[in-house]
């Protein structure tokens, strides 16, 4: 289903789709409003595989005066998200080895990174190091969970060329709480199933009508929290 991919190998990858692929603008804006209440004037906020950089622009959009810092394994998603940011602190690294000071970050945003991660519980004990005590993290991954997985197992290629995991909600719970977050809210992205249209507002009235829906959809997204 999956393969392991070397650090280079994934770095050349999205070099290769730099300017090419990335999550659509709807999927950043609610990222950037989960997080935002979390950002005060002068927050750091660190993007972890910042891609070209749109989750911080969403996030400047709402939170102006927060000192924003992404870092991508891929020297060309850099590069575009120097451009993409303007005064932005930028670098190429590693999420398994973060090259930044204990307590630095207020807030971290990782989005559709630990896919790609062959040590989760040691990735997130990395983000956990450098979140101040109280920090805020918020997540995003494939949802193993979701109605139409199977489909996708058999079209993911027309979508994502750079080969990933997906992980059950329960699997992502335990990760978290090994590496010592508290999680406070577990939300869904994209669609459960259907499309636009009629459709969609039914699925809509469907996510409200039963909230245990929002973690079948595409993308599970976790609030979680540093401890004091």
């Known amino acids: 289903m999956s393969t392991t991919l070397s650090k280079s190998e994934i770095a050349e990858g999205y070099d290769e789709i730099a300017e090419v692929l990335a999550m659509s603008p709807k999927f950043y804006r609610?990222?950037?409003?989960?997080?935002?209440?979390?950002?005060?004037?002068?927050?750091?906020?660190?993007?972890?595989?910042?891609?070209?950089?749109w989750q911080l622009a969403e996030i400047r959009k709402l939170c102006p005066d927060a000192k924003l810092h992404g870092m991508d394994i891929s020297p060309k998603l850099v590069s575009l998200a120097r451009e993409h940011v303007p005064g932005a602190d930028f670098q190429t690294g590693d999420a398994d080895n973060l090259a930044y000071a204990d307590a630095q970050f207020d807030v971290v945003v990782m989005t559709e990174v630990l896919e790609h991660l062959s040590d989760p519980v040691l990735a997130l004990t990395q983000l956990k190091r450098v979140l101040k005590p109280g920090g805020w993290l918020l997540m995003t991954v494939p949802n193993r969970d979701w109605l139409r997985y199977d489909w996708y197992l058999n079209n993911r290629k027309a979508y994502q060329p750079v080969d990933d995991k997906w992980y059950r909600v329960a699997e992502?719970?335990?990760?978290?709480?090994?590496?010592?977050?508290?999680?406070?809210r577990i939300t869904g992205a994209e669609n459960c199933y259907f499309s636009g249209g009629l459709p969609r507002l039914l699925e809509k009235l469907a996510l409200v009508l039963y909230p245990p829906l929002q973690q079948k959809m595409k993308r599970a997204l976790y609030l979680v929290q540093k401890p004091a």
């Open 30 to 53: 609610l990222c950037a409003s989960i997080i935002a209440p979390k950002i005060c004037a002068g927050s750091a906020v660190l993007d972890i595989g910042c891609g070209q950089g």
């Open 172 to 184: 992502v719970r335990g990760y978290l709480g090994k590496a010592g977050f508290d999680i406070r």
